[in-house]
T-cell receptor
Framework: SAVISQKPSRDICQRGTSLTIQCQVDSQVTMMFWYRQQPGQSLTLIATANQGSEATYESGFVIDKFPISRPNLTFSTLTVSNMSPEDSSIYLC???????????FGPGTRLTVT | GENVEQHPSTLSVQEGDSAVIKCTYSDSASNYFPWYKQELGKGPQLIIDIRSNVGEKKDQRIAVTLNKTAKHFSLHITETQPEDSAVYFCAASMGSSGDKLTFGTGTRLAVRP
């Protein structure tokens, strides 16, 4: 498995501002993923962040709104830009370990936009 | 794309009883089926997974069964305990590196002491 940390654990932000969420893993991984989990809902993939290449975004998510950085094999950031109350969600990063789609999740960042 | 349905949405059992959660998937090319447990305020925790070349897998009180022909898989928890209370998610994937996981809608399990 892997030990994954996220910062911040929670935040309350005003609409129109941006928040950058950090994800740190204790071992080198090729694939990292960012998910959104709206209150009481399932997980929706935002994008896949492969080190050394541009992030790949899922339908409905765009780079201007959710820019992602992946500077090395243990770290990634997700920025939620120009926030609105609809962006209030839990944002989760995950890493793929040992290939084959096996993913482990971080603790999540709980974002509230007022 | 893949679509995963999960039932029931809520499940309440008496401590010591068994709990079964069922998922169906649409894409016959899916080969990897993990189950996650999410406790309140925490990230999802991988509890068991199965690949399509295996029909059943067991780990202590939890087991997963897979029927590829019918495209459904199930999570079985025996001798339930209050600490099993959580939201459980199933997921499906093609099973190769980088392939996305498609999640079910979740089952909220409550174990009554």
């Amino acid at each position: 498995s892997a030990v994954i940390s996220q910062k911040p654990s929670r935040d309350i932000c005003q609409r129109g501002t941006s928040l950058t969420i950090q994800c740190q893993v204790d071992s080198q991984v090729t694939m990292m993923f960012w998910y959104r989990q709206q209150p009481g809902q399932s997980l929706t993939l935002i994008a896949t962040a492969n080190q050394g290449s541009e992030a790949t975004y899922e339908s409905g998510f765009v780079i201007d709104k959710f820019p992602i950085s992946r500077p090395n094999l243990t770290f990634s950031t997700l920025t939620v830009s120009n926030m609105s109350p609809e962006d209030s969600s839990i944002y989760l990063c995950s890493v793929e370990v040992a290939g084959g789609s096996k993913q482990y999740f971080g603790p999540g960042t709980r974002l509230t936009v007022t | 794309g893949e679509n995963v349905e999960q039932h029931p949405s809520t499940l309440s059992v008496q401590e010591g009883d068994s709990a079964v959660i069922k998922c169906t998937y649409s894409d016959s090319a899916s080969n990897y089926f993990p189950w996650y447990k999410q406790e309140l305020g925490k990230g999802p925790q991988l509890i068991i997974d199965i690949r399509s070349n295996v029909g059943e897998k067991k780990d202590q009180r939890i087991a997963v069964t897979l029927n590829k022909t019918a495209k459904h898989f199930s999570l079985h928890i025996t001798e339930t305990q209050p600490e099993d209370s959580a939201v459980y998610f199933c997921a499906a994937s093609m099973g190769s590196s980088g392939d996305k996981l498609t999640f079910g809608t979740g089952t909220r399990l409550a174990v009554r002491p």
